[in-house]
């Protein structure tokens, strides 16, 4: 298990199986540190329509797999815990009530 820090400095784990699953899609291959990177500083950061404890964090890459795109990593918070439920490359971040940066 690591532990990553998102763009508040809160800690936010990511273990061993939550990262197998996002690695074994061949796109996501060469973005691991990517996902540190992106929690740590998002160009945006969307609250979740479906659920209200997660945010997605999004940051823009040039020349993936798969051409450019954002990274999406989806974060679950609850009082005393973070993790991360997943992550994948996207067209456009979701529609969301911004968090971050403060309008």
């Given at each position: 298990m690591k532990t990553l820090h998102d763009y508040q400095g809160r800690p936010v784990r990511l273990t061993d199986e939550r990262l197998a699953h996002i690695l074994e899609h061949p796109e996501m291959a060469e973005l691991e540190a990517g996902l540190s990177e992106t929690?740590?500083?998002?160009?945006?950061?969307?609250?979740?329509?479906?659920?209200?404890?997660?945010?997605?964090?999004?940051?823009?890459?040039?020349?993936?797999?798969?051409?450019?795109?954002?990274l999406c990593v989806v974060v679950k918070y609850s009082a005393d815990d973070a993790f991360v439920l997943t992550a994948y490359l996207t067209d456009k971040p979701k529609k969301g009530e911004q968090l971050w940066p403060t309008k």
């Open positions: 929690l740590e500083h998002p160009s945006l950061v969307v609250q979740s329509r479906s659920d209200p404890t997660a945010e997605l964090s999004y940051r823009y890459y040039l020349g993936t797999r798969v051409g450019d795109k954002w």
